[in-house]
Each structure stands twice: as C-alpha cells, then as structure tokens.
C-alpha cells in the first residue's frame, strides 16, 4: 500500500502558508515557511489518522491526486493501518487466537501507540493470509 497522502500549499496571507490534504479534509496546518509546512504536515498526518484509528473510523486511501507535495505517516501509524486493513472480516479475538496471544495483545498491533516489531507484524499479516514486504523510497 501506499502511504503517501498529497497536500497542497497555498500562500496564506497576510504572511505564512495554508496546507490542506486531498484525502483528509480535517486534516490541514500552517507555516511561516514551505520547511515549516512541511514538518507540520507530517505531524498533522499522524495525529488525524491515530486519531481515526482510536475511533475505528475509515482510513482513507491516498489517492492519485497529484500535487507537488506528499508525506507519508510515520512507521507505526503505517503499521496499524496495514493490520487494520488487512483483518478485514477477521475479528481480533479470532486474530489472537491465530497467533496464540490475548486480545489486548491483538488490539495493540493496531495502536501507533504500541509499535509491533517487525516478527510481531510479520506473524500478525501472515496469520491474515498477507505477506509483509518492506521498502524504502526518497
């Protein structure tokens, strides 16, 4: 899945800058700089979707808007949006009982919060029938 969620950056006057998300409609900052934007987006990014994730509400898809600007969440938000996504159907009793753990041990690899390690992600995607493949990108 892609994680990158596309912005813009509007001038905001009389002085500063207005970012907004595509996807996220309450998601949006400020900055005095375009550096500034940019950091707060990413902050702004992880708070909504953790946020999302608290509620159990839906998790936007990042789409193919296309827009000078994009940031990715950070790699526990990623995380439990991968496992959220991935159970589907998939209760987190019967997800525990897959990986012969507690519930609340399900429930936190879906927590930003409680960040899996890598085995723990792994065998969490693989007992979802899914496979984990990492990457790196600029």
């Avoid at 934007?37 to 992880?46: G, I, Q, R, S, Y």
């Avoid at 950070?74 to 959220?84: C, D, G």
Wanted: proline letters at 7%; charged letters at 30%.
């Amino acid at each position: 899945m892609n994680f990158n969620y596309h912005f813009t950056i509007e001038k905001d006057e009389p002085n500063g800058y207005l970012v907004q998300f595509i996807d996220i409609p309450e998601a949006f900052t400020c900055g005095d700089t375009i550096e500034e934007c940019l950091f707060n987006a990413k902050e702004v990014l992880d708070a909504i979707l953790e946020s999302r994730l608290d509620k159990n509400d839906e998790i936007p898809e990042p789409s193919k808007a296309k827009t000078p600007y994009s940031v990715a969440p950070s790699a526990t938000v990623q995380a439990a949006i991968l496992v959220r996504k991935s159970r589907k159907n998939t209760t987190l009793a019967d997800l525990a009982r897959a990986l012969n753990t507690s519930w609340p041990a399900a429930k936190r690899l879906e927590d930003p919060r409680h960040a899996p390690t890598l085995k723990q992600l792994e065998r969490a995607l693989n007992a979802l029938g899914k496979k984990l493949i990492l990457s790196v990108s600029d």
